[in-house]
């Protein structure tokens, strides 16, 4: 089977993105999402979330299943997260939250990852894409698929329209931009 629009990410909220063509480090656990080719069971295209990944020789990932994936072409997403990854020109936000209070909604995060970044929290000004401007002029690169709480995004999914992020619906439009 082949794995399209893919993306690597880890288990634990904590632990460091995976660069795209790099092997994560020995006893990472991670699981891949993308659309899955090639499946005499899965139809055509369809987006998957595999279970964990236990081999990876960075052409083809095999999982705790025996399910083995050939990489295709990574997600437009996942390529954006990786020049931030490597360029580091803007922060990372991971571990994201909405709160909506008196008609004012903020995101929240951790600015880097979760286990040795800092918690950040603003009002969302402008929004193009994966990225996001704060009242206070910082501008981030989202990760939509690292959210704290899924709960918390089915709580303001009816607030907010949604947009696919990696394939899956989970990045909230948070600010209408005039162009």
């Not at 660069?19 to 090639?38: E, F, L, S, W």
């Not at 279970?51 to 299943?65: A, R």
């Not at 997403?77 to 909405?98: A, F, R, T």
């Not at 009002?123 to 918390?152: A, E, T």
Request: charged share 25%.
């Amino acid at each position: 089977m082949r794995l399209e629009n893919y993306y690597l990410y880890p288990k634990e909220p904590g632990d460091d993105e995976i660069p795209i063509g790099t092997i994560p480090k020995k006893g990472m656990q991670y699981r891949a999402c993308g659309n899955v080719y090639g499946s005499e069971k899965i139809p055509v295209g369809t987006a998957i979330i595999t279970s964990y990944v236990v081999k990876n020789d960075g052409e083809k990932i095999v999982t705790d299943f025996g399910f083995v994936y050939e990489l295709g072409n990574p997600h437009p997403d996942y390529v954006e997260l990786d020049k931030m990854l490597h360029s580091g020109e803007y922060p990372i936000l991971y571990e994201w939250m909405i709160y909506d209070k008196d008609g004012v909604t903020k995101l929240s995060g951790y600015e880097g990852p979760s286990d040795g970044g800092h918690f950040v929290i603003g009002r969302v000004v402008v929004q193009d894409g994966n990225f996001v401007v704060f009242d206070n002029g910082k501008k981030y690169f989202v990760d939509w698929f690292r959210l704290l709480l899924p709960l918390n995004l089915v709580m303001y999914s009816s607030k907010f329209k949604m947009e696919f992020f990696m394939g899956f619906k989970c990045k909230p439009v948070l600010v209408h931009n005039d162009k």
